[in-house]
């Protein structure tokens, strides 16, 4: 609500003397009026210029780049988008193809994204898909999105379709070890590939023997 202002007209003189005093008055307030208003446009005039200077003096934002939300994982080369492209094509157009779906999630194994990876992994094992190698790198995707537990099964159930398969128990181990924290469980299972090949090294280089033989005797 606009407030009124606290000041009070004077009442008019009656006396035919006072009238001229009153007329010259009146064109006093007009000039001042008037005044006021030239001023005021005035002011307005210099602040308006004086924020257009400020803004124009101020750095230009920085534009930030576009991102895809559907990529999670590392830019892929035109030629890897492509071949990529063409798998994703072949497994939607033949949907019950348990090798086409695996050949996709081996693709997205590589370019790093174990999302994707998981789904067509898992959509070749609803097909009938169990090979080691495809249970094994199932857990590997398992564990890079920390699903742990999965991962562990999944190569627990790699090992049961082929007790010598080296990989899925060396992986077996890191999951229990690192993950887990269950170091007796990994040391056997670590014991079980080197069973099947003495000279496996991790991934550091580290002789898997060595490492064996270090963790046993920490407390």
Do not use: C
């Amino acid at each position: 609500m606009k407030k009124h202002s606290s000041q009070h007209k004077t009442q008019a003189d009656t006396t035919a003397n006072r009238a001229p005093t009153g007329y010259l008055s009146k064109r006093f307030v007009i000039l001042a009026m008037a005044f006021s208003l030239v001023l005021g446009l005035v002011i307005g005039s210099l602040l308006a210029n004086l924020a257009l200077e400020q803004t124009q003096a101020l750095p230009k934002a920085a534009s930030k780049p576009a991102e895809n939300p559907q990529s999670n994982g590392p830019q892929l080369s035109a030629a890897d988008q492509q071949t990529l492209s063409k798998l994703e094509q072949a497994a939607h157009q033949n949907p019950k193809n348990q090798e086409n779906w695996v050949n996709l999630g081996n693709a997205y194994f590589d370019a790093q994204r174990p999302d994707a990876a998981i789904r067509a992994y898992e959509t070749a094992v609803s097909l009938g898909a169990h090979s080691p190698d495809l249970l094994t790198d199932l857990g590997i995707m398992y564990r890079q999105l920390q699903r742990f537990e999965d991962a562990l099964l999944s190569f627990q159930q790699a090992k049961a379709l082929d007790p010598t398969h080296l990989q899925s128990r060396l992986n077996e181990g890191i999951v229990l070890y690192y993950d887990l924290h269950l170091k007796d469980a990994a040391l056997q299972a670590w014991k079980e590939a080197l069973q099947i090949n003495a000279h496996i090294h991790m991934s550091n280089g580290e002789p898997l023997a060595s490492l064996v033989e270090r963790l046993e005797k920490t407390p």
